[in-house]
């Protein structure tokens, strides 16, 4: 387990990364690598790092196969998934390659499934093939489509682990580098030559600073002093399930073809590293960035939302998916009949209420969804605003990007 909170006042360090998720963590491993004789501080305000949407996925190792060729996630979505299996491993992290299945249940889905298998044709993803009812059959038997697209680079990853694992081999350096839990940042002091990092219980002293802090990226960018037209809002998946009568019903993942107009990918199957499938996600609004369940509320997270314009004409955009949405949240019947579009067979005794998850979204001032990756650098900071999925899968290489783009702007030697 990693708990770590030291009582250290003022202390100094060439980088402080404020943010101990799965980004800032690949990023921290990264720039020691790169710059073995700086000294890199990770703060992070939880009592464990990667609390929150590192460890709330679906723990899919994502092939790179949806992305819109020649954007940042693409590219480094298939280069960070193949750095990520290496890694896996070398330090022997659980991990499982087997495959997935993209499944057209209507014909109306086949012209955006080809658009898929194209875009994983230019991402240069591997080992991926149409195939038709049949081999659907043989390799999902109790899943029913027109067509689908087999990707058998995909797997599943415990990015729990994976996380820790970057926290042992940034102290493993031994060069005074640190990841720090417990330790919540309040504000910032900026100097001539450095920026002051308040936390709750301390302060330390950075030459540079980059924050990675996910569902705070808004926020935290501000108290540093970057104005920003974006602005993060949550969204919470909600999962199910398969009960043990059920379970033999998947053997492998089971996606649906995406509705192109959302970034989220459908209600789908999951097999998970450590055992059990999951059904899931839907896709609600949260009134709290932080709250895992179906009623938790934020006042302050609440005002934010809907003190922002581009919240407002984001639901006038997608009102109607948004209700459909709320509909699976609260009715298992709802959310079990999605799940029946790809296996119809399914029971109500097959599924079982199970965990949710918080995604982060960042929204433009106009309602637009921000799809790709988004750093503002001023001063002597940088701050991700925006690091959307595949940000596990893909943690290595951005985790390198951010790293070669901190060591230009910062201009480390």
């Known amino acids: 387990m990693v708990h770590l909170c030291f009582d250290f006042m003022e202390q100094k360090f060439d980088i402080i990364i404020v943010g101990g998720g799965i980004v800032g963590l690949a990023t921290a491993y990264k720039l020691c690598n790169y710059h073995p004789n700086k000294t890199i501080l990770v703060l992070e305000k939880e009592k464990e790092v990667a609390q929150h949407q590192t460890s709330h996925n679906s723990g899919v190792i994502h092939s790179g196969i949806y992305y819109k060729p020649g954007s940042y996630k693409a590219k480094n979505c298939v280069d960070g998934r193949r750095e990520l299996v290496q890694f896996a491993k070398e330090y022997k992290i659980a991990h499982d390659i087997c495959g997935k299945i993209i499944v057209a249940t209507h014909e109306s889905e086949l012209a955006h499934m080809n658009k898929v298998f194209n875009n994983g044709i230019a991402n240069g993803v591997e080992d991926m093939e149409i195939i038709d009812p049949k081999r659907i059959k043989e390799i999902e038997p109790f899943c029913e489509g027109i067509a689908g697209i087999r990707v058998g680079c995909t797997g599943i990853i415990d990015y729990d682990s994976v996380a820790k694992k970057y926290v042992e081999l940034i102290h493993a350096k031994n060069n ?28 330390f002293i950075g030459k540079h600073i980059i924050t990675t802090s996910g569902l705070q990226a808004d926020r935290m960018a501000k108290k540093e002093g970057q104005k920003s037209d974006a602005e993060i809002i949550g969204f919470r998946g909600d999962y199910y399930d398969l009960t043990e009568k059920g379970l033999h019903k998947v053997k492998h993942l089971i996606y649906p073809v995406p509705n192109p107009k959302f970034p989220f990918l459908g209600v789908h199957f999951t097999r998970m590293i450590h055992g059990g499938t999951e059904c899931g996600p839907n896709a609600v609004f949260v009134f709290d960035r932080e709250g895992y369940s179906k009623t938790a509320f934020s006042f302050k997270d609440t005002i934010d939302a809907f003190g922002f314009k581009g919240t407002w004409k984001f639901f006038g955009k997608h009102w109607r998916f948004g209700l459909d949405e709320y509909r699976g949240a609260f009715s298992k019947t709802y959310f079990l009949n999605r799940l029946r579009k790809l296996i119809p067979s399914l029971e109500m005794d097959e599924i079982i209420a199970a965990r949710c998850g918080i995604r982060a979204m960042a929204l433009g001032p106009e309602g637009e969804m921000l799809d790709d990756f988004k750093i503002e650098k001023h001063g002597n900071a940088m701050h991700v605003i925006n690091s959307p999925s595949p940000a596990a899968t893909a943690s290595l290489a951005y985790g390198n990007e951010i790293a070669l783009m901190a060591t230009e702007y910062f201009n480390l030697k």
């Open 176 to 203: 005074g580098s640190k990841v720090l839990t417990s330790q919540e940042v309040v504000g910032f002091e900026r100097g001539q030559e450095s920026t002051t990092v308040i936390t709750k219980k301390n302060k």
